[in-house]
């Protein structure tokens, strides 16, 4: 069973950085794809990032929003992927939580991901 863990949230001003983390433990993900969604209150969870494989090299995909500002990435010896956020805005806030894609398709579709993390909470103040 794939256990995923987040940390790394807080309260940031606006302008900031912060850097989650995601930790699975009961396999290794080095070559699964790995996705950031948040969901800000009163709004459904949303791809923010997810980073896969094409048997060479890995693939970055990110929403629109947070190019430029967020970077993800991945420690295959920690068994760890992270996720960079600079220059975070108010409407960045949100619980972000991390998944593995288990079905093949579309990085930024969440129902193709079946695990999930608790969540990491991420507030931007203006």
């Known amino acids: 069973q794939v256990q995923l863990v987040e940390s790394g949230g807080g309260l940031v001003q606006a302008g900031g950085s912060l850097r989650l983390s995601c930790t699975a433990s009961?396999?290794?993900?080095?070559?699964?794809?790995m996705g950031w969604f948040r969901q800000a209150p009163g709004k459904e969870r949303e791809f923010v990032a997810a980073?896969?494989?094409?048997?060479?090299?890995?693939?970055?995909t990110y929403t629109q929003t947070v190019k430029g500002r967020f970077t993800i990435s991945r420690d295959n010896a920690k068994n760890t992927v992270y996720l960079q956020m600079d220059s975070l805005k108010p409407e960045d806030t949100g619980v972000y939580s991390c998944?593995?894609?288990?079905?093949?398709?579309?990085?930024?579709?969440?129902?193709?991901?079946?695990?999930w993390g608790q969540g990491t909470q991420v507030t931007v103040s203006s």
């Open positions: 998944g593995m894609q288990t079905q093949s398709g579309s990085y930024s579709e969440r129902r193709l991901y079946d695990y």
């Open positions: 009961g396999r290794t993900v080095t070559f699964d794809t």
């Open positions: 980073i896969g494989w094409n048997g060479d090299f890995p693939i970055y």
